[in-house]
């Protein structure tokens, strides 16, 4: 029946996520797959964009940047037809990561803009994690001010929200800002905020 499936599509996203965030990236990806298959034969949309969307967060790696643009291009589309906001924050935050990492900015700033109206727009919606992104770019680009701006507004909604891991990552963001700036004593300080909040996550990435 349709519902079973529904059910098993749903479960097998659920198994995935626990690999992923264990950090095994192939058995995540194998539920990922077969939740997305299962998906597809049941025609649902809003599982179908969830799971590539998924498989498109496993796939940013250097060496899987293109698998990631595939699937992540591919849900986006789908969670725009949906309207859900959540989904289209996350598909183009993700898409934008990577144009950042391949050093293309200007498509980097576009994704991360679209990000950061979908996210403000939904529940849920991690407006830090974009914030803190648009503030690489910045960086980047060497307009220091504007990276700044962004990464400590990143910060302070991460802190409202009192979300350590968003908090975390911001002043990661703010130090590498600083060490481009060559203010290295403030880059010591705020790498030092971040490790106390990955210690107390046991966030090993950070």
Not at 50 to 70: F, R
Request: proline fraction near 2%; charge should be negative; glycine fraction near 6%.
């Amino acid at each position: 029946a349709r519902d079973d499936k529904l059910g098993m599509a749903n479960m097998l996203n659920n198994i995935g996520a626990v690999y992923f965030n264990q950090g095994y990236d192939m058995k995540a990806i194998e539920y990922y797959l077969k939740s997305l298959q299962i998906s597809e034969e049941i025609h649902d949309t809003l599982r179908i964009a969830t799971a590539l969307v998924n498989i498109g967060s496993v796939y940013i790696k250097p060496k899987t940047y293109k698998q990631a643009l595939q699937y992540l291009s591919r849900s986006l589309p789908l969670s725009e037809a949906l309207g859900d906001q959540d989904a289209i924050g996350t598909s183009a935050v993700n898409i934008g990561e990577i144009y950042l990492k391949e050093g293309e900015l200007d498509s980097a700033f576009i994704f991360f803009e679209m990000s950061l109206e979908a996210y403000k727009k939904s529940e849920t919606g991690n407006i830090p994690y974009t914030l803190n992104n648009i503030g690489k770019v910045y960086a980047e680009k060497g307009q220091f001010t504007q990276a700044v701006k962004y990464q400590k507004e990143a910060f302070e909604i991460a802190s409202r929200r009192n979300a350590k891991l968003e908090m975390a990552q911001a002043l990661v963001g703010l130090a590498n800002t600083s060490i481009k700036m060559g203010s290295l004593h403030s880059a010591v300080n705020y790498f030092k905020q971040a490790q106390t909040l990955a210690l107390e996550l046991e966030a090993p990435y950070e």
